[in-house]
């Protein structure tokens, strides 16, 4: 990518590419976030949406030509989360991590970088279980999660825990763009469907 086509403005093939990408990550988010049905599994979900989710990111990122197409990826994720449910917190962290992703990106050649760091937007999901729990309790009951499932859930989040959910989102997010180039590379690349990483 030549810099004058990095910080061009954004056309209609960039947005639908936006669009598209949006879908398929939100898509590998929602799957990955099924094992949270099982309690005791919650504080790996950033984990395993992270590799679910990379090799999605290094197709998406063959794909941005342009600086902020990462950023208004990540808030049009951000919106159907907040669509389906989860609180506004999400949008802060979003903003935040969308915009350290652009700012890593936008080197060029720490795309793996860009994206663990960028994987912190989903962050905002996790901050009421350590800062509103009580109320976060409450919320689940009344949706009928059911006292067991509650409190599994919470005995396996306790507020020290917090900083690890963000290093394993980060790690599965590295580990899942790694896994991505390979299977660029082996698949996408050779049969001209993708350019290089």
């Known amino acids: 990518m030549d810099k004058k086509e990095k910080t ?6 960039d947005l639908v590419n936006v669009g598209l990408f949006s879908v398929l990550i939100f898509i590998a988010t929602f799957l990955s976030g099924m094992i949270g049905f099982i309690p005791v599994l919650m504080p790996v979900v950033p984990f395993v949406y992270g590799i679910v989710s990379g090799p999605v990111y290094m197709l ?3 794909k941005i030509k342009k600086a902020g197409m990462l950023f208004i990826q990540t808030i049009v994720v951000t919106l159907a989360f907040v669509a ?4 506004p917190w999400v949008l802060l962290t979003a903003v935040i991590g969308g915009l350290l ?12 970088l860009a994206f663990s760091v960028q994987s912190i937007y989903g962050l905002g999901n996790w901050l009421p279980i350590y800062f509103a729990r ?10 009928g999660y059911g006292e067991e499932y509650t409190q599994k859930m ?8 917090l900083p690890l959910i963000v290093i394993l989102g980060m790690l599965g997010a590295y580990i899942g763009c790694t896994i991505g180039i390979r299977m660029l590379k082996k698949h996408f690349v050779k049969a001209g469907m993708a ?3």
């Open 60 to 62: 998406y990122f063959t």
């Open 8 to 13: 061009g403005v954004l056309n209609v093939r």
């Open 154 to 161: 919470m005995s396996v989040l306790p507020n020290w825990t």
């Open 84 to 87: 389906t449910g989860h609180g």
């Open 134 to 143: 009580d109320a976060y309790i409450r919320q689940m009951l009344d949706m």
């Open 101 to 112: 992703g652009e700012v890593v990106l936008r080197n060029g050649r720490y795309k793996r």
């Open 195 to 197: 350019e290089e990483v």
